[in-house]
């Protein structure tokens, strides 16, 4: 064995085991005691778990000719990288094509040569017609094996119910994996009407114009069209107790239904928008919007009961300056937080040490779940022998002040500024080589590779 790393405790999603990891080239060999290897790396104290995956990322999201999400696919994935994130899987935009394939090839090539982690891509449907659900085959041949559809956003992405269904109907038939975008478009549009009509122009009229019951209303019609397709539906970035709610009635009626939601959720909540400083509020423009507080019970209680498999990030970072194009008008605020680095540290710090989450359940919730829901697994998102030797020695004594100075996405500024969390990745590998050495990214923009995805297959075990 090329490397052999001795003395941590191995956090998998199956369990927690005091064990030693062996690893030949890019692969895990063994998992055992007393293995012999050239390097050894010694982890004694620390946890070691296989290297996150994120779900839902939006490196180089292209919003026009002149706005772009601030982190490209190498910067984005040294963030994600320091922060023990060793795969994206980040959303595809048709980009003005009318292929999906041509939109797919324009994607690989804004990664290719750029990103240092692992990689793969959901493909967005803004427009069903005939063709364009015809060459759904084509990206599942691909390895890209899941489709995302908005149900905000009218006139510029979202979809009607009639397209959805379709496009769940052919999910269905092609064993891929439909992520739905759940918020009212109408609705959201009435009420911003309403507001651009009473010269309400503030941050805090986004949030305002984004109510949960948009979300929770269209959660619900997602998943009764995924019903009556017959279609497995994955509900992305959930905020709220009703939107936890239609899930788990859904899945109560036997439906392939699964959620995920996100950091910012979980810790964040609408106080932020009553700040009077356009900046502070600004930064935490996003959609869905952060919630009222009481809502996060309900989230954290969704993830350790299985309603909820997966915690991705959203990560869509801009900068200040970029926020400020909504100043006389909310929305003009391009929509987005940063998160792909603070994912796995923030889920340890409130969600293990805070006696949330058990250490299996921080692992399965940030790699093993989605790894199993997007047809990585067991490729990624464990570490058992013939794995990929994607891992992360984490030291959980370690304290780290969130602040944008040290963080490595590319804005200047953090939701979480000035908050403490006990827990950092002191080394990642992806592949069995080294792309974060002792807090430092040691890794090379190119070095990591698109992985295919294997079709949509109802997991044995998630919760
Ligand atoms: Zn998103």
Not at 264 to 292: H, I, K, N
Not at 349 to 375: C, I, K, M
């Amino acid at each position: 064995m090329d490397i052999v790393i001795k003395g941590g405790t191995l956090v998998l999603g199956e369990g927690v085991f005091p064990a030693e990891i062996g690893i030949t080239g890019e692969k895990v060999a063994a998992v055992g005691q007393s293995l012999d290897g050239g390097r050894v790396i010694e982890a004694t104290g620390c946890l070691v778990l296989p290297g996150g995956i994120d779900a839902h990322t939006h490196l180089g999201l292209s919003l026009g000719p002149d706005l772009a999400s601030s982190d490209d696919f190498e910067s984005g994935t040294i963030a994600a990288a320091c922060g023990g994130t060793t795969t994206v899987i980040n959303y595809a935009e048709q980009c003005g094509y009318a292929s999906l394939l041509e939109a797919l090839d324009a994607w690989q090539a804004k990664a290719a040569g750029r990103a240092v982690i692992d990689y793969s891509f959901h493909m967005l449907i803004i427009d069903p017609c005939p063709d364009v659900i015809e060459e759904m085959a084509a990206i599942v041949q691909q390895g890209v094996t899941s489709f995302k559809a908005l149900l905000a956003y009218k006139g510029i992405v979202m979809l009607d119910d009639a397209q959805l269904f379709r496009v769940l109907e052919r999910a269905r038939d092609l064993r891929a994996l439909v992520n739905v975008h759940a918020e009212n478009g109408h609705l959201i549009d009435e009420l911003v009407a309403a507001c651009r009509a009473a010269g309400q122009t503030a941050p805090r009229y986004h949030a305002l114009t984004r109510p949960e019951v948009a979300e929770a209303e269209a959660t619900e019609r997602a998943l009764a069209l995924a019903e009556a397709a017959g279609a497995p539906i994955y509900i992305v970035h959930i905020t709220c107790a009703r939107a936890v709610d239609a899930l788990r009635r859904a899945q109560a009626r036997g439906q392939a239904a699964f959620g995920e939601t996100c950091p910012q959720y979980l810790l964040l909540d609408e106080r932020v928008y009553e700040s009077e400083d356009f900046d502070t509020a600004a930064g935490y423009v996003l959609s869905p919007p952060l919630r009222e507080r009481g809502n996060q019970g309900a989230l954290w209680t969704a993830l350790t009961a299985g309603t909820i498999q997966t915690v991705g990030t959203d990560h869509c970072p801009f900068t200040r300056e970029q926020k400020a194009r909504g100043r006389d008008d909310f929305t003009l605020i391009p929509n987005g937080l940063p998160g792909v680095e603070t994912r796995v540290p923030l889920l340890y710090h409130y969600g293990v040490r805070e006696g949330r989450l058990s250490l299996s359940d921080w692992v399965r919730l940030t790699a093993t779940n989605p790894a199993r829901l997007f047809g990585l697994y067991p490729r990624k998102g464990t570490l058992l022998p013939g794995s990929d030797a994607d891992l992360v020695i984490f030291d959980p004594g370690k304290r780290v002040i969130l602040d944008a100075g040290h963080l490595h996405t590319h804005t200047d500024y953090s939701p979480y500024a000035g908050w403490e969390v006990q827990g950092w990745p002191r080394h990642v590998l992806q592949r069995g080589r080294f792309i974060v050495e002792d807090g430092e990214f040691v890794g090379q923009a190119g070095g990591g590779r698109f992985i295919p995805r294997r079709p949509f297959a109802l997991p044995a075990s998630l919760a």
